[in-house]
């Protein structure tokens, strides 16, 4: 009861310690705040939005996210430096790690195969693809795919074709998603292993520019579990007004709290 009596402390009131007699599950109602790695270690093609300015501020995404994600009621910090995720104990820390990296990014992939199977969360955004593609199959499999390549533009409006409408990261989409970004394209991925939520509809898209061929399967968001953890892609987010975008941001946090297992959805 000495446990009990800290928690009373804390809420006060004599009907609530009354409740909490009764049914001891009630301190479950109330869960510690989840929180959030948004990590954007660039060691090839660094990305606008993840360019941090030389005054030290937070880069583009950094603040979009921080901004959406601080006001869905998670804790969120950022982190550029291997050095923040070298090895489990750091990565114990958080609830689900976010990553728009790119090339060889030096922190410890062995920690996250084992923090991600362990149950936690991975969101990967645009980039993360491009990560780790010449170091082995390993990654590529977690996250689903790796990247090839992408359009010769990035203004031009895509349509994406949405294949599940009842998930928390697409439900706000309807049929189809008309946007401009740059689109990304994929390898090393089965329909088998990945559950698609949507991809480019060729047949309403401008082909040549994003040199795409008619009938391609072209993925352009997807959700695994990998052990006991859920992983999310979404292949949006090169441009600043996708981040800005109030669709793109549903979409993100729909991933994000489907990844965290804060949704009824499996
Ligand atoms: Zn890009």
């Known amino acids: 009861m000495i446990h009990h009596a800290n928690w009373i402390g804390v809420v006060g009131g004599a009907v609530v310690v ?9 301190e479950d109602a109330k869960p510690a705040k989840k929180r959030i790695l948004f990590y954007s270690e660039s060691e090839d093609y660094r990305h606008s939005v993840v360019a941090r300015p030389l005054t030290g501020e937070l880069a583009f995404a950094e603040k979009e996210l921080k901004e959406m994600a601080t006001k869905a009621g998670y804790d969120v910090e950022f982190s550029q430096s291997y050095h923040d995720l070298a090895d489990s104990k750091q990565f ?9 990296t790119s090339g060889n990014p030096k922190f410890n992939k062995q920690a ?6 362990s149950g936690k969360a991975l969101v990967g955004i645009h980039a993360a693809t491009d990560t780790w593609r010449g170091e082995g199959e390993e990654f590529p499999k977690v996250i689903g795919a790796a990247f090839t390549t992408h359009g010769l533009t990035n203004a ?3 349509t994406i074709k949405v294949e599940d409408r009842n998930h928390p990261a697409t439900k706000m989409l309807g049929a ?12 090393r991925f089965s329909r088998d292993r990945m559950h698609v939520l949507m991809s480019i509809d060729t047949a309403k898209t401008n082909l040549k520019p994003q040199k795409m061929e008619a009938g391609g ?11 006991k953890g859920r992983v999310f892609y979404t292949a949006l987010g090169h441009r600043e ?6 669709t793109f941001r549903e979409h993100l946090l729909g991933g994000l709290a489907w990844a965290m ?5 499996k």
Not at 92 to 100: F, K, L
Not at 261 to 265: F, I, K, S, Y
Request: charged fraction near 25%; aromatic fraction near 14%.
């Open 18 to 26: 009354a409740a909490g007699l009764i049914c001891l599950g009630v």
């Open 92 to 100: 114990a820390r958080y609830d689900a790690i976010v990553m728009y």
């Open 112 to 117: 996250l195969f084992e923090f991600i199977r």
């Open 156 to 158: 031009e409006k895509v």
């Open 176 to 187: 189809e998603w008309v946007i401009a970004d740059e689109i990304y394209q994929h390898n």
């Open 217 to 227: 399967d072209y993925p352009m968001a997807w959700t695994r579990q990998e052990g």
């Open 241 to 246: 007004d996708v981040w800005t975008n109030p």
């Open 261 to 265: 297992g804060l949704t009824d959805e």
